[in-house]
């Protein structure tokens, strides 16, 4: 009878042992399929970059059409420039939501920027590539159209 009882225990054992097995891989594969958690994630990444005023590796976030037009060297001197106008505040995001399409390959994402106007909302496009969200902003860094608006102020 000791033996049976013993059996039972080194079943349950191992059953609990495969049960949180499976939750823990489930989790972390949930972590890299598309969706608003790893959408969220890699938003916030985004995010901290750009708060930690760190161009090279806001540019890794960039939609892969974006990186194809400027080198990482070239984005990060074209946003430190940007940047550097006198009468820019800094630059700091906070992320309010995601949202994206039903197929999860796509969405938004919103920003709340922090500014000398309260309530300043920034929307940035998202696009699922090769199992990772992307940003699609700052064009006007990577095409150089930021020095118009040197020009005009």
Known sequence: M??????IRTKSRFTIIFMIIILMAGGLIGSFLPGERQAARRVQEFIDAVNENRPGDIYLYLTPQLKEKISREDFA???AKERSYPYLTPLYFYLDEVKLSPDKKSGEAILTVAARLPGEKMRVQLVYDQGRYYVDTFGEIVDGSYLDKFQRL
């Open 2 to 7: 000791a033996g049976f009882v013993t059996g």
């Open 77 to 79: 001197r074209n946003f």
